[in-house]
């Protein structure tokens, strides 16, 4: 229990810590609730392929090997950097999309970002987020297995552990994405969204280049 709180403590702090993750759904938030839990989901989603990955020893192998570490990082980096620009880019079309989105909503129908298709990719940016970042590696493969009792069954106890990162993850991401719908007028203006996205897209390319950087230097993460 003593292992299990100050678990806890680490992962909500983690959390608390803005990362890729936090901005790919803090952008998604600015299109509508949906569009920010399909992020959220996605990023957990990738959580727990991380996790599976650590019970069957592949993160381990992974976090290990230099070269397929830093190949990891690197793909991580350019991801970012490019979805950091593409939010950007498309902020200067936020005008004809915001007159579409009226258009939209006289007409009854559901926002472009809201639509099937818009839902999918905020789900797809989340998990690839997640996927991409080294830093869950290494979460995964140091922190965890620092609250594993010797003990007991090494499996069972980072599945447990790594299923309660997941569950308070996608309660904090909740409560972060109804709480941004409080502005939900407010990030509906044209104006508002623009540099919504422009700061968001900003950070993201910042990280990528940051975690460039890293790689290019071979420092650790």
């Known amino acids: ?75 991580g980096a350019v991801y970012l950097i490019w979805l950091g620009i593409r939010i950007i880019w498309s902020s200067r079309k936020g005008r004809a999309q915001s007159d579409g989105d009226d258009q939209s909503r006289k007409s009854g129908n559901d926002r472009p970002d809201e639509t099937a298709t818009g839902l999918r990719d905020g789900f797809l940016r989340g998990l690839l987020t997640n996927l991409l970042n080294p830093k869950a590696v290494v979460f995964f493969v140091s922190v965890i297995p620092q609250f594993v009792d010797p003990s007991g069954s090494a499996v069972d106890q980072i599945l447990l552990l790594g299923t309660v990162d997941i569950v308070i993850g996608v309660l904090w991401w909740c409560a972060l994405v109804l709480l941004l719908q409080k502005f939900a007028s407010l990030l509906k203006r044209t104006t508002v969204r623009r540099w919504w996205d422009r700061a968001t897209g900003s950070l993201l390319a910042t990280a990528g280049a940051v975690l460039g950087y890293t790689v290019a230097t071979s420092k650790a993460i």
């Open 1 to 75: 229990m003593p292992d299990l709180v100050g678990f806890l403590v680490v992962v909500m702090i983690a959390y608390v810590i803005p990362g890729p993750d936090f901005f790919i759904i803090l952008q998604s938030s600015a299109s509508g609730r949906r569009a920010g839990l399909s992020a959220a989901i996605g990023a957990q989603t990738g959580l727990a392929v991380h996790m599976l990955l650590a019970v069957f020893g592949l993160s381990a192998l992974l976090a290990k090997s230099a070269m397929a570490f830093s190949i990891v990082k690197a793909a």
